[in-house]
Nanobody, 126 residues
Framework: QVQLVESGGGLVQAGGSLRLSCAAS????????MGWFRQPPGKEREFVASASWNGRNTYYADSVKGRFTISRDNAKKTVYLQMSSLKPEDTAVYYC???????????????????WGQGTQVTVSS
């Protein structure tokens, strides 16, 4: 079992930066692929980024590639999402998630993740 708590959201102007954190607790963390998803107002939850269990491999949605960076610190049981050059369309509730499978690959589908945080609001003003 993994429990996840996001933090770091807030209000930022377009072009600005934010770093989200997701702290995990529970028996294991380092064996799970970690992902970030977001849910814009009135829309479905969508994939943002994924990091393999050791952090060496990452995968991004096209909409954030080159602007967002996912990283993890297994010793601290924390995954991060560094967001730069933010746009108003990045406004959403951001969720971190841990994969169902351990020691797996990169995942981008919601049903590949079994543990979710409560979300943190990111609002980008124009």
């Amino acid at each position: 079992q993994v429990q996840l708590v996001e933090s770091g959201g807030g209000l930022v102007q377009a072009g600005g930066s934010l770093r989200l954190s997701c702290a995990a607790s529970g028996r294991t963390f380092s064996s799970y692929t970690m992902g970030w998803f977001r849910q814009p107002p009135g829309k479905e939850r969508e994939f943002v980024a994924s990091a393999s269990w050791n952090g060496r491999n990452t995968y991004y949605a096209d909409s954030v590639k080159g602007r967002f960076t996912i990283s993890r610190d297994n010793a601290k049981k924390t995954v991060y999402l560094q967001m730069s050059s933010l746009k108003p369309e990045d406004t959403a509730v951001y969720y971190c998630a841990a994969s169902i499978a351990e020691w797996g690959s990169l995942y981008s589908r919601r049903n590949q993740y079994g543990y979710w945080g409560q979300g943190t609001q990111v609002t980008v003003s124009s």
